[in-house]
């Protein structure tokens, strides 16, 4: 079964191409500059069977965050998130009308990848991102990754592989439209030689914006001192009210923080909420919870979570973090459905499935807040236990002793 | 009623007033909220009984339907606060009924200041005003205890019941109220002895089991589940005043590795302690001591229960004026009791607000030492209150008291 394999670099300048790029026979070299981004995207077809469902793994490492996102990537939550629509909710899945969706911290995709994916791929979690599609009639895997200054990156087409590469500069963009141009190379699939290089332009529309720390910063803090009830602070005092817009806050929350529906109204609020148990007594059941708020511009936004007591520590005196990533998105009908799909990226699964294909969403922050949970320490358990047991005892004793015991005087103040 | 009384009253009445204005001008203004978290319950259940659904479709919504039915005037009217109107009436209605109940051989400057305790108490008022619903139950068990002072054993009984509906826990009074029953009937014979309890027990059971029996046709086993059984579940892991409960915690988390057993039976010296106290009703069967024996009862359930917060107070401060007013503790014991009392539950408070607000790690030594030190204090008071509801009355003071 042929695997499609294409590659795309994007430049900063037309003139940088030139420089970085080289290429023989069989191979072509990209070196890495400022800025550069490379982006993997493979295609494996599928017999259909009897599976129907549609899967999307995502992952985007923490350390990314901080990062000026290119034009070509699409701006995923971080962590690891799975999403599905088919029937079978795995366990610590969670469940919604559109999707049942797992997020953690550890990327565990050999779990979730469909068997047949065997492309050769080396994983590299700490610095790549990906975004795979799994589809009853193919896989498509995306992986993006920065070429930073000195580095090298060369392909040369695999057995059963069609390639294509794709070297770009940003001509033009603006905050939807995007014009690139460059040049595009296909290799002969009989004897692995690069076959033709031509010059590319491409112009399509963005449908996410990614954040750009060079425009308006949208401070997102946690109010200090951070209690169990920790609030998260949405400053959008700068921002003004757009028709057709809206300002909202993409949570994935781990299961130690949670949302009380009841007190902060969130526009959706999928998972686990309940509003007393332990996280202990839930880690079995789900993952955590996936909501979606309404902010105002013009005004400092409060969102306040909660958070759940946790295991006790055995020993240890380090504190307990739960850390978590608000995504503060823009989102606005843009009336063209065009949005949804460019060469790069395609809408699915997600929070973003949840609005209409024409809704484009601006990134107006990348921040990851912690929140320290205190616990108690299961090294005093003995402590407590008997401490608990002697005051109860002689608590009981002086209780008898005092109800069948008798009184050695009689009241001395006077009644009236 | 006298002039003092109607005095108190009106009072009473704008003190409550003007902590229900306060409360919506610091909602709106505050960034700490003055309405308490268990009204947002009550008024979300009500609106879903308003809607024809279920008060049981609000998460942590764990009381009879009733409460939630009680609250329906919130939405027809549209006005949130206006459920704490309702609760501030039957807090009003309770002081009234404790007016009425308050020994009548006491001076009237006393009687006043004890009916102030709670009529004037600011924990009473903000109880209340903040919207919490203790305040009908205290006016169904302060109506039950008037109506069996007055020896209308049916509407007392069927009052009982539905408190009983409403919280459990009222159920530890059947005791004492039996005993002075069995005894004020005494001189008619065992007939009228047992007529009586079969009484007042029927009626107990026609509003307890009749009320159950409803809401579970209308709202099925979540009914039995969230009213009832939860409480005999739940886990109770956050922090709280009991002393139980750093084991709670632990054990919780320490599920089938290494946990203890004792933590499950919380409630054997809770349950043991309440009957005994409620036997003090034996040592002097009369109605005045009723009321002492059962602020005593209600005092030592609250101190070993295995979960405890400030609202429970209010369980046993509804019974504090009836114990003052035949107290032979000393005032400047007194003071030492309120002292040690106050200082233990700051203490606790103290390490409460850092580990809730400030987030630190203050669960030992210093929640769990300020929990068993705030116990001991209970242990002790209670303790007092029940060597003084023992000593016996002089026979100078008696005659005094009967003239």
């Keep these: 079964m042929v695997t499609r394999h294409r590659v795309t670099v994007l430049y900063n300048a037309p003139e940088d191409i030139g420089s970085h790029m080289s290429q023989n026979d069989t191979h072509l070299t990209v070196r890495g500059g400022p800025g550069v981004v490379l982006q993997q995207r493979w295609l494996l077809e599928r017999t259909r069977g009897v599976d129907e469902s549609f899967k999307r793994i995502t992952w985007r490492p923490r350390v990314d965050l901080t990062r000026d996102l290119s034009v070509i990537e699409n701006e995923l939550s971080a962590g690891f998130s799975v999403y599905s629509n088919s029937t079978d909710v795995p366990e610590r899945f969670i469940s919604n009308p559109i999707y049942n969706s797992f997020h953690s911290e550890k990327f565990d995709i050999e779990q979730y990848l469909p068997p047949e994916v065997d492309v050769n791929l080396v994983w590299n979690p700490e610095d790549f991102t990906y975004d795979i599609t799994v589809e009853p009639s193919q896989i498509q895997i995306v992986e993006y990754r920065q070429l930073k200054q000195g580095e090298e990156f060369t392909v040369g087409e695999a057995k059963d592989e069609k390639l294509e590469v794709g070297v770009f500069f940003v001509d033009a963009s603006d905050e939807s439209d995007v014009d690139i141009g460059g040049i595009r190379c296909n290799w002969d699939m009989d004897d692995g030689k690069l076959e033709t290089c031509q010059k590319t332009s491409l112009l399509y529309k963005q449908g996410h914006i990614a954040y750009d720390r060079s425009l308006q910063r949208t401070p997102v803090y946690l109010e200090q001192p951070i209690g169990l009830h920790p609030k998260v602070m949405i400053d959008l005092t700068n921002f003004k009210e757009r028709s057709q817009c809206m300002y909202l806050m993409h949570l994935q929350l781990p299961l130690e923080l949670f949302v009380d529906k009841f007190q902060s109204s969130p526009l959706l609020l999928f998972g686990e909420h309940d509003l007393e148990l332990p996280e202990y007594s839930l880690r079995d059941k789900a993952w955590g919870s996936e909501s979606i708020f309404e902010l105002k511009a013009g005004t400092m936004n409060e969102i306040t979570l909660h958070s759940r007591y946790i295991e006790p520590s055995n020993g240890s005196k380090e504190e307990f973090k739960v850390a978590f990533d608000p995504e503060i998105i823009f989102a606005c009908d843009t009336g063209d459905n065009r949005i949804a799909r460019n060469p790069f990226y395609k809408k699915g699964l997600g929070y973003e499935s949840f609005f209409t294909d024409d809704t484009s969403f601006r990134h107006l922050n990348s921040t990851t807040l912690s929140v320290p949970i205190p616990r108690t320490d299961t090294n005093d358990y003995f402590k407590i236990k008997y401490a608990t047991f002697i005051c109860l005892l002689v608590s009981i004793i002086y209780i008898f002793s005092k109800v069948f015991g008798s009184n050695r005087k009689k009241a001395s103040v006077k009644r009236e | ?403």
Excluded at chain 2, 6 to 30: E, H, K, M, P, T
Excluded at chain 2, 116 to 144: F, K, Q, Y
Excluded at chain 2, 222 to 250: C, G, K, P, V
């Design chain 2, 1 to 403: 009623m006298v002039s003092e009384d109607w005095a108190l009253i009106v009072a009473s009445f704008f003190v409550r007033v003007g902590f229900f204005l306060f409360g919506i001008y610091q909602d709106a203004n505050f960034k700490v909220r003055y309405t308490d978290i268990d009204y947002f319950v009550f008024h979300d259940a009500a609106k879903y009984v308003y809607e024809g659904k279920s008060p049981y479709a609000r998460d942590t919504y764990r009381y009879t339907p009733l409460l939630s039915w009680l609250l329906v005037p919130n939405h027809y009217f549209g006005w949130f606060h206006l459920g704490k109107i309702i609760f501030v009436v039957f807090d009003l209605i309770t002081g009234l009924i404790i007016m009425k109940l308050l020994n009548q051989a006491i001076s009237k400057k006393r009687a006043l200041i004890l009916e102030s305790i709670w009529l004037l108490n600011p924990m009473v008022i903000t109880i209340s005003t903040r919207g919490n619903a203790e305040s009908v139950l205290c006016c169904l068990i302060m109506l039950t205890l008037y109506y069996l002072q007055k020896g209308s054993y049916t509407i007392a009984g069927l009052l009982y019941g539905l408190s009983i509906h409403l919280k459990i826990y009222p159920i530890i009074y059947c005791i004492p109220m039996a005993i002075f029953i069995y005894y004020r009937t005494s001189k008619q014979g065992s007939r009228a002895q047992l007529t009586s309890l079969l009484n007042i027990g029927l009626s107990t059971l026609v509003t307890l089991l009749g009320c159950g029996w409803a809401m579970y046709k209308m709202y099925g086993y979540e009914f039995l589940d969230q009213a009832y059984l939860y409480h005999l579940y739940r886990t109770d892991h956050r922090h709280n005043f009991s002393i139980w409960n750093m084991l709670l915690y632990l054990d919780s988390a320490n599920k089938g590795s290494g946990g203890s057993n004792l933590s499950k039976y919380a409630f054997v010296p809770q349950l043991l302690l309440a009957l005994i106290t409620g036997c003090l009703e034996w040592r002097n069967p009369i109605f005045d001591n009723l009321l002492s024996v059962l602020f005593v009862q209600t005092f030592a359930f609250v101190a070993y229960n295995k979960v405890c917060t400030s609202q429970y107070f209010v369980w046993y401060l509804i019974f504090l004026p009836f114990y003052l007013s035949r107290s032979h503790i000393s005032w400047r014991k007194s003071l030492l009791m309120a002292t040690l009392w106050v200082v233990t539950q700051a203490l606790w408070l103290s390490q409460g607000y850092y580990l809730e607000f400030e987030g630190k790690n203050v669960f030992y030594p210093g929640l769990f030492v300020a929990s068993a030190l705030f116990f001991l204090t209970n242990v002790w008071l209670l303790g007092q209150f029940i060597t003084d509801i023992k000593t016996p009355v002089s026979s100078t003071s008696a005659s005094k008291k009967n003239n």
